[in-house]
């Protein structure tokens, strides 16, 4: 079996190759390089130029390796139509996702931002117990890492609704779908989670007109973005911000990356930033499963996480 394998430079190429290798010993794995041409049965990239799989028609599927396949969308016609683009289901990012959601949200929640404000001036106030009920959480997108994240936020008892594209049903959660579930989905939310995978249709969902949707309460709305940066049209974010529509925001990823140093985000103390950490691919985790993945396919058997092209996801 011959595997080809491209990661971009400062990936950490030796640790993958050398993790490949180890899961899977019989395999021919080599990194692509301009002007390889030389026949491979799987391609294994992360962001790989559009050379490396252009009339590649003779491999028999490409993993992505994450979650999020819009970067290698953008290759457009140079991906073969013919050959099966498959992302990671998981890769042991669903528990990180689902550990800073839960970070930023119980922040929020018990006001953790407002008593270091108050610790700045040395101001010792205790503010009134918040009230579950006024607290309701929004999650765009009920895929594998919006589920588990939904499913973290339930342990605490938050009124929790879901949105997708298409229906779904997840036990605690109210679901909505498609356009004419949206509006109705974002007026019942306080809380903003956007999980979406970045789509023609996703991009710039996070809008002035949806962020006024969400419900305020006492002090507003919050966001929390683990998505694309893609998906938060920054000025609209900005300006509800500094008009109290929205009381607090954590986000992780940014339409241009890293955030360049004179962006207004960083000038805000209600938005706080990370530097596209809040999942981590996990080599092991990753490997594993694509190891299992190309056995299930040697096999003939179908697999999980086949890329629709036509929805982007």
């Given at each position: 079996m011959k595997l080809l394998f491209y990661v971009p430079p400062g990936s950490g190429l030796e640790s993958w190759m050398a993790d490949f290798s180890t899961a899977l010993p019989k395999a021919d794995i080599r990194f692509w390089q301009e002007g390889d041409n030389a026949p491979?049965?799987?391609a294994l990239v992360w962001r790989p130029p559009a050379a490396?799989?252009?009339?590649?028609?003779?491999?028999?599927?490409i993993?992505?390796?994450?979650?999020?396949?819009?970067?290698?969308?953008?290759?457009?016609?140079?991906?073969?139509?013919s050959v099966p683009l498959i992302r990671i289901d998981d890769g042991g990012m669903a528990i990180q996702m689902a550990e800073y959601v839960t970070h930023a949200v119980l922040g929020y929640f018990r006001r953790f931002d407002k008593y270091r404000e108050q610790a700045a001036r040395?101001?010792?106030k205790q503010l009134p117990a918040p009230d579950k009920r006024d607290f309701s959480i929004g999650i765009l997108g009920l895929g594998v890492l919006g589920s588990r994240i939904a499913e973290s936020l339930a342990h605490f008892g938050f009124p929790l609704n879901g949105w997708s594209r298409s229906p779904k049903d997840?036990?605690?959660?109210?679901?909505?779908?498609?356009?004419?579930?949206?509006?109705?989905?974002?007026?019942?939310?306080?809380?903003?989670?956007c999980i979406l995978p970045l789509t023609e249709s996703t991009r710039g969902i996070?809008?002035?007109?949806?962020?006024?949707?969400l419900q305020k309460g006492e002090d507003g709305a919050y966001l929390v973005n683990v998505a694309r940066g893609g998906h938060v049209v920054e000025g609209d974010l900005?300006?509800?911000?500094?008009?109290?529509?929205?009381?607090?925001?954590?986000?992780?990823?940014?339409e241009h990356e890293p955030l360049a140093p004179n962006h207004p985000f960083w000038q805000e103390p209600r938005i706080s930033i990370t530097p596209h950490v809040s999942a981590?691919?996990?080599?092991?985790?990753?490997?594993?499963?694509?190891?299992?993945?190309?056995?299930?396919?040697?096999?003939?058997?179908?697999?999980?996480?086949?890329?629709?092209?036509?929805?982007?996801?």
């Open positions: 491979a049965d799987y490396m799989l252009r009339g590649r028609s003779d491999l028999k599927a993993f992505n390796l994450g979650a999020g396949v819009d970067a290698i969308l953008q290759l457009g016609d140079a991906i073969p139509a040395g101001e010792w997840f036990p605690g959660v109210s679901c909505y779908a498609g356009d004419e579930g949206l509006d109705t989905f974002l007026r019942a939310s306080r809380v903003l989670v996070v809008n002035r007109q949806n962020l006024q949707k900005l300006a509800a911000v500094r008009e109290g529509q929205i009381a607090g925001a954590t986000l992780d990823v940014f981590l691919s996990l080599h092991q985790d990753t490997i594993l499963q694509i190891r299992d993945k190309i056995h299930a396919l040697e096999q003939g058997d179908s697999v999980n996480g086949v890329v629709d092209r036509s929805k982007g996801y």
